[in-house]
């Protein structure tokens, strides 16, 4: 029996979102002494998650991944409901806008199977990211903002996260031969998930 495609991006989103929790527990653990705070830190490898799942699922089931994985992180980071909400819409509009502003300055969908698409869409989501979590905490959490240096700091830790999971990703997917899998994948995306 085949699962429909909404059954698949279901799916999909409850694998995806505790992976991305999990990966930042554990990216916190790796590398605590490059974190300037519970949100910044010099490598931070779950970024590339963020873009992937945008990637794969696609727009609208890639954010609500990266959205219950926040959300889940926002208790354990003494945020309350709203600021976690708030956290959580923020890290899961990051690779949406990227990709929305990469689709706009190609004039081109992404292509998996290309590199430099990849590198191109970390530099644009490193950016857009950074900017969107800053704006979003001189809103509501103005704690947050420490230093005119984490900005910058951001940017670096996302797209060192970024970049270091693209390399990851992309030697093991033509290692295994499954570029074109992931490609099937996004182009049986329904028209408004994407």
């Given at each position: 029996?085949?699962?429909?495609?909404?059954?698949?991006?279901?799916?999909?989103v409850?694998?995806?979102?505790?992976?991305?929790?999990?990966?930042?527990?554990?990216?916190a653990?790796?590398?605590?002494?490059?974190s300037l705070?519970?949100h910044i830190?010099?490598?931070?490898?779950?970024?590339?998650l963020r873009?992937?799942?945008v990637?794969?699922?696609?727009?609208?089931w890639?954010?609500m991944?990266?959205f219950?994985?926040?959300?889940?992180?926002g208790g354990?980071?003494d945020?309350?409901l709203?600021?976690a909400l708030?956290?959580?819409g923020?890290s899961?509009?990051?690779?949406?806008?990227?990709?929305g502003l990469?689709?706009?300055l190609k004039?081109r969908?992404?292509?998996?199977?290309?590199?430099?698409?990849?590198?191109?869409?970390c530099?644009l989501?490193a950016?857009v990211n950074a900017?969107?979590?800053?704006?979003?905490w001189?809103y509501?959490q103005?704690?947050?903002?420490m230093?005119?240096?984490q900005l910058?700091?951001?940017?670096?830790g996302?797209l060192?996260?970024a970049?270091?999971?693209?390399?990851?990703?992309?030697?093991?997917?033509r290692r295994?031969g499954l570029?074109q899998?992931l490609e099937?994948?996004?182009k049986?995306?329904?028209?408004?998930?994407?």
């Open positions: 029996m085949r699962l429909g495609i909404h059954q698949e991006k279901i799916i999909g409850a694998l995806c979102a505790p992976l991305f929790a999990a990966t930042h527990l554990a990216n653990w790796l590398f605590e002494h490059l705070s519970n830190s010099w490598v931070y490898l779950p970024a590339f873009v992937v799942y990637l794969i699922l696609g727009s609208w890639g954010f991944a990266i219950m994985g926040s959300l889940a992180l354990g980071l945020e309350n709203f600021q708030m956290n959580a923020a899961g509009l990051g690779p949406v806008v990227a990709l990469f689709k706009l004039e969908k992404l292509q998996l199977s290309r590199p430099s698409d990849l590198i191109q869409m530099l989501y950016l900017v969107i979590h800053h704006f979003n001189a509501q103005p704690d947050q903002l230093s005119v240096s910058p700091i951001m940017i670096v996302d060192v996260g970049l270091l999971g693209a390399l990851l990703f992309t030697l093991l997917m295994l570029f899998v099937r994948l996004a049986d995306q329904p028209k408004q998930a994407s």
